[in-house]
């Protein structure tokens, strides 16, 4: 764990309250979450490290399937949609794993679940900061390894839509598994274990899009069903996961 | 009204009555499955497409629609241990985590040698069969959840939490997997055995195997909570008193 | 009774067309599958209760050693 994170969580937590002009007896739930939000932004972006990691991961994943497939540019381009979509996945399997941590391991997360707000939006304040720090720039990334894979140009955009669509979405599912292991000592693979079979759905529906952008098939039903499943995990989701903190805290 | 209910949640009461239980689906299950099986070896005629292969069908059928049931099982039995906080419920979805994959798992490999003669290969990306294996992985997950918290407290309140999670996710997982599929291939012919009309010769063995396997089911949940009543309350006088009644053998 | 049954032969029966076996094969994982789940309950039942009771045996041996230990020091002082 970095010293920044250590000294600044809870002081930190409560200048943002200062800042924005409130008592701390009487915070309004916009308030909080906006506060939350901020504070997560600061620690991550002083930590630059955990910053750079998935998308390194992202990089060399997506690097290893011509290795591991071959180079000849029309195989890759029949695996380009699947072979990033799967790398995107991992990717924000890999970096979920600081998404609790270290709240749980200064005790800050103890004072969130203590605090009055409706701990629904804290949790959707730290996977949206955590969507923002890890997610975004994978999503941004992307175009760049299509390239690479030598996916058709037409599927570039539905590429980007779809992961911009289905990486919260895999936050949000992953943030449950988080919460569910927080409290352990050794986790190792078990996140993994309990969250890729729950996010299946995106898979398909994200790499399929993208196969049939390329191909030129309509998307409209893709675009729905994803959407669906993001309105739909945005809504439960971080219930879910605030039902797993307090499981697991206590 | 609700004292039946809570009378249900105590280990010691379900422990007594489930023994009272036992004998008689024991005889129920025997007599369904010998006649079950027996009528699906002999007397189901042979289909005019798969032959022989259609009394694979009353293994394979009743072992999937059953594994199938597990998670809404695991779920409610979740939903009772997060309410109402009885322990029994936990014990029960402790069981039948591992009893579901296990029938998930007969379910795979009979699915994987029915199909062979249709497909020509063991294993092809179906969509009941890929949605079963995600479900298969659901199971392992919950599985494994449950051995990795040390405290009895916590493990049963992650995994019913998890379980709610899963059976929330199985039908989407299911649809997504149909949806993907359809597009994907043309659909299988696996399908046939319920396209075509069914003759009562056809579907009464299906139906007894069906309960057959319930039986089972129900049995080895039962017997494998009762190891789990006296695991956990091997404390309470009791069980104390049980296991010293218990003849030796 | 005997007339509807699908097969001519014993044999036949156990050749089960085309498909010996993928028949036999199923229906033999299905009895492995039956057994297992039925008996491996009935062997932890069995070996929990062993332990319970060795384990009781050997709380009893312990508290009688205690007070025979205590009855010896009780003695010795005595004399």
């Not at chain 1, 250590?6 to 309004?28: M, P």
């Not at chain 1, 399937?65 to 995107?88: C, H, K, Y």
């Not at chain 1, 292991?181 to 898979?203: D, E, F, H, N």
Request: charged residues 15%.
């Amino acid at each position: 764990m970095s010293e920044a994170s250590k000294t600044s969580h809870s002081s930190l937590f409560k200048k943002e309250l200062g800042a924005l002009g409130v008592d701390q007896e009487q915070v309004s739930t916009f308030a909080a979450f906006s506060a939350t939000l901020r504070r997560d932004l600061l620690i991550a972006l002083k930590r630059r490290n955990d910053l750079l990691n998935p998308l390194m991961f992202f990089l060399i994943v997506v690097s290893l399937f011509p290795l591991g497939v071959s180079s000849d540019p029309q195989e890759l381009t029949r695996i380009a949609a699947g072979a990033v979509w799967v790398s995107a996945l991992l990717a924000s399997m890999l970096s979920l794993d600081n998404l609790f941590r270290a709240d749980y391991e200064d005790g800050s997360l103890e004072q969130l679940l203590l605090s009055p707000q409706p701990l629904y939006f804290m949790v959707l304040a730290k996977n949206i900061s955590h969507w923002l720090i890890s997610g975004l720039p994978v999503v941004l990334l992307a175009p760049l390894l299509a390239y690479m894979l030598y996916l058709p140009a037409d599927a570039y955009w539905t590429l980007v839509l779809t992961l911009l669509l289905g990486t919260p979405v895999l936050s949000l599912f992953g943030a449950i598994g988080v919460a569910l292991t927080v409290g352990l000592g050794s986790r190792g693979l078990i996140l993994a274990v309990i969250v890729l079979p729950l996010t299946v759905p995106v898979l398909i529906i994200g790499a399929k899009a993208v196969t049939d952008a390329s191909l030129g098939l309509p998307l409209g039903m893709h675009f729905s069903l994803m959407g669906a499943l993001l309105a739909l995990s945005l809504s439960l989701a971080p219930l879910a996961s605030a039902a797993a903190l307090k499981i697991s805290v206590n | 009204m609700w004292q039946w209910f809570f009378r249900l949640g105590s280990p010691k009461w379900f422990y007594e009555m489930s023994g009272k239980w036992l004998p008689w689906l024991f005889v129920l299950m025997t007599a369904l499955l010998s006649v079950g099986i027996v009528w699906a070896l002999l007397y189901v005629p042979q289909d005019y497409q798969q032959g022989d292969t259609i009394r694979i069908m009353y293994v394979h059928v009743p072992v999937a629609s059953i594994s199938l049931a597990c998670f809404p099982l695991m779920a409610v039995a979740g939903i009772i241990t997060l309410v109402w906080k009885m322990k029994l419920a936990d014990m029960v979805a402790k069981c039948a985590a591992p009893i579901g994959a296990w029938f998930t798992a007969v379910a795979l490999a009979t699915g994987a040698i029915w199909g062979q003669p249709i497909w020509g290969t063991w294993w092809a990306w179906d969509a009941r069969l890929t949605s079963m294996l995600i479900q298969f992985f659901l199971l392992i997950g919950v599985i494994a959840l449950r051995s990795a918290i040390e405290s009895t407290d916590a493990a049963a309140k992650a995994c019913a939490l998890l379980s709610i999670v899963g059976a929330i996710n199985v039908p989407i997982i299911k649809y997504s997997v149909e949806w993907w599929n359809t597009l994907h291939q043309p659909a299988s012919n696996f399908s046939m055995a319920e396209d075509s009309p069914m003759g009562p010769e056809i579907w009464v063995p299906l139906v007894i195997m069906i309960f057959a396997v319930y039986c089972f089911f129900v049995i080895s949940l039962i017997l494998s909570t009762r190891n789990e009543i006296l695991e956990r309350e091997r404390r309470s006088q009791w069980v104390v008193d049980l296991i010293a009644d218990e003849r030796t053998n | 009774m005997f007339d509807n049954i699908q097969f001519a032969s014993v044999g036949e029966f156990f050749q089960m067309g085309k498909y010996t076996f993928h028949v036999w094969s199923v229906y033999g994982l299905f009895a492995v599958f039956l057994f297992v789940n039925l008996f491996k309950p009935r062997m932890q039942r069995r070996q929990f209760i062993r332990e319970q009771r060795q384990k009781a045996l050997r709380d009893k041996q312990i508290a009688q050693q205690s007070v025979e230990q205590e009855r010896a020091d009780a003695l010795g002082e005595g004399q």
